[in-house]
């Protein structure tokens, strides 16, 4: 009986071993499945993973794009409503021209009557006075015309003169001032010139 035990034992020894090698086998080829299947996951990743990064790329080249494209809109925007305000300032110091002329030739009128108070010179001279720094701060100025050479770019000949005293094409005398905005002629003078 002792014998029969042992060969027992043995049999089951065997039994369990060999399904332990089996095991074993299946086990290393299930280990080399499994680590193929990690790789090839590994490697869809990283395709994945170099898509994003070139998809990130071009959208954040697109976004640089519509930035730079915002930025040059919005300069452009600022330099025509600069153009807008300067263009319409500068229409509208030309309409003030007559008003200037007009309260000038009201002052000399005055300064010529006899019989004007001379509080109503004062008024006419203070009101000349302040439309003319109003005029100058916003940048205008009065063109030099008499005892000038003639710039037919400031200047508007209404006639020719003789004169002994001054040379040929220098301005012998202002009919009507003439006034620059900036670098830009308002009005240029009406002058008479030398022949």
């Not at 299946?26 to 499994?34: D, M, Q």
């Not at 090839?40 to 640089?64: G, P, Q």
């Not at 004169?163 to 005398?173: F, M, N, R, W, Y």
Request: charged share 35%; glycine share 4%.
């Amino acid at each position: 009986m002792s014998e029969k035990k042992r060969k027992k034992e043995t049999e089951l020894k065997t039994e369990q071993v060999e399904p332990q090698e089996e095991n074993n086998g299946s086990e290393t080829s299930a280990n080399h499945k499994g680590e193929t299947e990690i790789s090839e996951e590994r490697s869809e990743l990283e395709a994945a993973k170099l898509e994003w990064e070139k998809e990130k790329e071009e959208l954040l080249d697109r976004i640089m794009r519509k930035q730079a494209d915002l930025d040059n809109l919005r300069r452009i925007s600022k330099m025509e409503q600069a153009e807008a305000r300067e263009y319409a300032l500068f229409n509208f110091l030309n309409k003030l021209l007559p008003v200037l002329d007009n309260i000038e030739r009201a002052l000399a009128s005055a300064r010529s009557a006899k019989e004007l108070p001379a509080s109503y010179i004062q008024g006419l001279e203070m009101i000349l006075k302040q439309l003319e720094q109003i005029l100058e701060n916003e940048g205008v100025s009065v063109i030099e015309a008499e005892g000038t050479t003639f710039d037919p770019h400031c200047h508007h000949a209404v006639m020719e003169v003789e004169s002994g005293k001054q040379e040929s094409g220098i301005v012998a005398e202002e009919l009507q001032k003439g006034y620059r905005h900036r670098q830009r002629i308002l009005r240029p003078s009406m002058v008479k010139v030398c022949k």
